[in-house]
């Protein structure tokens, strides 16, 4: 109950608590400038990742961010320049989840067990569209299906990791995996039957 405080002057102007931050490297006075603007930095992040929780975990990453970059760079207004960094964060995030979706897709058409990646001559739309379709079939999977395919092919994780991480033995991971991909392939032609 009895915390010391120190002395604030009145609210600093941006630029002032930049000045004193560079010269003193107190993270406390990169918080307050921070909490300024945290909320537009939400609000790009859910604009552009469209979760809570994602938009909620990038807020951090670039607080850390901020850490590292606010010292070295030349920074004049920081209102734009942390909503420029927030943009180029998170599409650096979406493209980096586009490549491991694409990878994944050509996994799996590698494993014969789904039929769903196009070849080469098919346009970039297409396979955005399937990787779309993907995503979704993903989403309605059964949730241990989903998360032990999620980390098995999106983060490259081994058996035993997920084993370790999702609490299930080695066995019931590879089935889940093996059931999950089967379901995806079902679900994957459905569609096409249709058609």
């Known amino acids: 109950m009895f915390f010391k405080r120190r002395p604030q002057k009145a609210i600093q102007e941006d630029d002032e608590l930049l000045s004193l931050y560079k010269a ?25 990742l469209k979760n809570e929780d994602d938009s909620k975990d990038m807020c951090m990453q670039i607080f850390e961010k901020l850490v590292e970059n606010v ?19 998170c599409l650096m995030l979406l493209r980096s989840r ?23 001559h098919h346009t970039e739309d297409a396979l955005e569209i399937k990787l779309q379709e993907l995503e ?3 989403e309605e999977l059964p949730p241990e299906q989903r998360a032990c395919i999620h980390m098995f092919y999106l983060e490259q994780q081994s058996y035993k990791t997920i084993a370790a991480l999702t609490g299930h033995d080695i066995k019931k991971v590879k089935s889940y995996i093996q059931n999950g991909k089967r379901n995806l392939k079902i679900s994957l032609e459905k569609p096409d039957a249709e058609s």
């Open 136 to 138: 979704v079939s993903i």
């Open 98 to 120: 586009k490549y491991k979706l694409q990878k994944t897709a050509v996994e799996i058409n590698d494993d014969k067990d789904m039929n769903m990646a196009y070849t080469l």
């Open 24 to 48: 003193s490297g107190d993270i406390a006075l990169l918080g307050t400038l921070y909490e300024r603007y945290v909320h537009l930095v939400f609000g790009v992040c859910m604009k552009y």
């Open 71 to 89: 010292r070295s760079s030349n920074v004049r207004n920081f209102k734009s320049w942390v909503h420029v960094l927030t943009k180029n964060e």
